[in-house]
């Protein structure tokens, strides 16, 4: 069992940058990927970012490629999301999600793949 929470949202103004944390309790958590995904209001839960368990590999979404960089500790338990240049349209609750097995390359973006979600942080970026 792993059980995750997201920390570091909150409200900035667009072109500004919010790090997000996620820290991790389980002895899974530093063996498989572990990703970010958003949603904002009436629309589907999205992926944004994800990450393998070296730390070497990462993945984003279109939107965010290039903004967001994310990174995971090991030895803490923890991955981070670090936003930059944040744009109206990033707003949105952020929730961090692990896999506890791995799972194609190809899928990384596939929510179905994450067994342990978080509860979610607030993201809102004025204009």
């Known amino acids: 069992q792993v059980q995750l929470v997201e920390s570091g949202g909150g409200l900035v103004q667009a072109g500004g940058s919010l790090r997000l944390s996620c820290a991790a309790s389980g002895d899974t958590f530093n063996t498989n990927t572990v990703g970010w995904f958003r949603q904002a209001p009436g629309e589907e839960r999205a992926f944004v970012a994800a990450?393998?368990?070296?730390?070497?590999?990462?993945y984003y979404s279109d939107s965010v490629k290039g903004r967001f960089t994310i990174s995971r500790d090991n030895a803490k338990n923890t991955v981070s999301l670090q936003m930059n240049n944040l744009k109206p349209e990033d707003t949105a609750v952020y929730y961090c999600a692990a896999a506890n097995l791995p799972f194609p390359t190809a899928q990384v973006r596939q929510r179905r793949n994450y067994r342990y979600w978080g509860l979610g942080t607030q993201v809102t970026v004025s204009s």
């Open positions: 990450i393998k368990n070296s730390g070497y590999s990462t």
